[in-house]
Nanobody, 132 residues
Framework: QVQLVESGGGSVQAGGSLKLSCEAS????????MGWFRQAPGKEREGVAA????????YYAESVKGRFTISEDNAKNTLYLQMTDLRPEDTAMYYC?????????????????????????WGLGTQVTVSS
C-alpha cells in the first residue's frame, strides 16, 4: 500500500507561485509513475504532470507547459510541483497519484496514458486558489 500526503496549497494572486509537495510512504520501489492531477468544481479530473521517478519520462499538460515543473527528491520520497505564473483557471483541488509496481508504472507513464486518472493510489488533495 502506498500512502500519499499532499501539502503546499493556498491562495495566491494571479502571477504568483506555489510549490506543492507529495510525500509517499509504504512502498520501497524507487521507480514509480507519479503524477499531479487537478479538479475544479463541476469539471473532470485532469492530468497536470507526471514522471517516472528515477527515470527520464516527464509529461506536462499543454496548459501548464513552461509554467509548472514536476520534480522528485528520492531521498525524501517526495514529489513536487513547482507552479509559477499562476492564473485564475489554475484554481482547483490538486491531487497526487502513484502507481506501485515497476511494470504498471512503465505502462502508466507513457505519452498516451499518463493523463488518464486511473492511477492506483491517490492522496486527499490540496486546494489551490488563484485570484485575479
Amino acid at each position: 500500500q502506498v500512502q500519499l500526503v499532499e501539502s503546499g496549497g493556498g491562495s495566491v494572486q494571479a502571477g504568483g507561485s506555489l510549490k506543492l509537495s507529495c510525500e509517499a510512504s509504504g512502498d520501497s520501489n524507487s521507480r514509480k509513475c507519479m503524477g499531479w492531477f487537478r479538479q475544479a468544481p463541476g469539471k473532470e479530473r485532469e492530468g497536470v504532470a507526471a514522471m517516472l521517478t528515477g527515470g527520464d519520462r516527464i509529461y506536462y499538460a499543454e496548459s501548464v507547459k513552461g509554467r509548472f515543473t514536476i520534480s522528485e527528491d528520492n531521498a525524501k520520497n517526495t514529489l513536487y510541483l513547482q507552479m509559477t505564473d499562476l492564473r485564475p483557471e489554475d484554481t482547483a483541488m490538486y491531487y497526487c497519484a502513484a502507481e506501485s509496481s515497476f511494470f504498471s508504472s512503465l505502462r502508466r507513464c507513457s505519452a498516451g496514458t499518463w493523463y488518464v486518472p486511473e492511477f492506483k493510489y491517490w492522496g486527499l488533495g490540496t486546494q489551490v486558489t488563484v485570484s485575479s
